[in-house]
């Protein structure tokens, strides 16, 4: 790989001191920050207000992309696009767009596979090629902001809900954050961000003291330690007791609801006791839970579930009072789940 900076890698006090660096002002760093995060430029050379020397020095300095779209895919409806992304080494990542009613809502990898293994996930069953740069995270979410920007829209919601486990990354992710709603810049409000985690138990600490305002989603999927151990390996680790104690922590620590994330899998976690013993877990903490039906992948036997067993399993949560919403599958079409485009272009490359 390239041993340049990468610009979007960079804070901006760090920005700030190779402008200086190269005897410019520090005024220009603001520029060049204002350039980047709100003109969506591709290039320094197009940094209009920044002297051509200053450009071209920076040009030498650093590099300006390390994202190249490999596959680019549009749902049949319209609403959903997925690209796959080349990063300088051979690693890819995913990212995708959905774009439904108000909303225009990025889905961010933040590693290019991921090392957890559950076993429905394309991304785990593809193993963990590396962990990306905050920067790498920052470009996939300009990438497309800077799309939306050319037909005068804008994005509304960031998931990280891509390829890997932001908690396994979690330095990046958190610097990309910051990067991401830094006021000089792209400004995005923490609010309209998520970050999903399998359960990294002691990251649910740490994230819980940042104080800031994104949300957290925790991917439950199961409410017994031997089913979950069986689709999640991280359960045997961070086994729900355990899990559970982490997210009324953050409940408790931030004033702020959780969201847990639910595959619905015919047959697998989708009974009626299952939902019991989810109640069970939730009673009394200010969460909500999201299912959506199973997206289908190479490496799993399960189906999504019928329409049936999720209503009645639906009715015990709502029964108790647990506030919960369906989900509805995006861009099945176009293989939108996280980590089944890279499975399909391995597929062709072998
Ligand atoms: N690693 C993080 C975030 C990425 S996965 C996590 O696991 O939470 C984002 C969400 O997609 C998770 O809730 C994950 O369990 C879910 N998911 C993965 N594969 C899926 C599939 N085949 N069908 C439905 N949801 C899936
Ligand atoms: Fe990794 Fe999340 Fe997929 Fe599990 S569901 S393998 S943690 S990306």
């Not at 549009?74 to 990542?93: A, E, N, W, Y």
């Not at 390829?163 to 990354?169: D, L, R, S």
């Amino acid at each position: 790989m390239t041993k340049k900076p990468f610009l979007f890698d960079l804070t901006f006090e760090e920005l700030t001191g190779i402008i200086t660096g190269l005897r410019e002002p520090s005024y220009r760093a603001k520029q060049v920050w204002e350039q980047a995060y709100r003109m969506f430029v591709s290039s320094f050379d197009e940094m209009s207000n920044i002297p051509v020397k200053l450009r071209a020095n920076l040009t030498e300095e650093l590099n300006f992309s390390h994202i190249t779209p490999h596959t680019d895919l549009l749902s049949s409806d319209g609403h959903t696009r997925k690209i796959l992304f080349d990063l300088p080494d051979s690693s890819q990542v995913e990212t995708v767009l959905m774009g439904y009613s108000v909303r225009r809502t990025a889905c961010i990898s933040t590693q290019a596979g991921c090392a957890l293994g559950c076993t429905f996930c394309a991304t785990g069953q593809g193993g963990l090629q590396r962990n990306i740069t905050s920067g790498e995270i920052v470009e996939q979410v300009l990438f497309f902001a800077k799309e939306l920007n050319k037909k005068e829209d804008r994005l509304t919601n960031l998931v990280f809900m891509g390829m890997g486990e932001p908690f396994a990354n979690y330095n990046e992710v958190m610097k990309a954050i910051d990067t991401l709603t830094d006021s000089r810049g792209f400004n995005f409000g923490a609010r309209r961000i998520t970050v999903s985690t399998v359960g990294i138990v002691p990251m649910i600490h740490r994230f819980a003291e940042t104080n800031n305002q994104v949300n957290l989603a925790v991917s439950l999927h199961a409410a017994t330690d031997e089913l979950r151990e069986s689709m999640l390996p991280i359960n045997k680790r961070y086994p729900i007791e355990v899990l559970m104690n982490a997210c009324r922590d953050y409940v408790n620590t931030t004033n702020r609801r959780i969201s847990f994330e639910w595959a619905l899998i015919d047959g697998v976690n989708d009974s009626a006791d299952q939902a019991r013993e989810l109640v069970k877990l939730l009673k009394g903490m200010t969460c909500h839970v999201n299912f959506i039906p199973l997206n289908p992948t190479r490496g799993f036997k399960g189906s999504e579930s019928l329409q049936k067993r999720i209503d009645t399993f639906r009715n015990i949560l709502e029964g108790a009072g647990i506030p919960n919403t369906l989900r509805i599958r995006r861009g099945i079409d176009i293989n939108a789940g996280c980590g089944q485009l890279r499975q399909e272009a391995q597929k062709v490359q072998k």
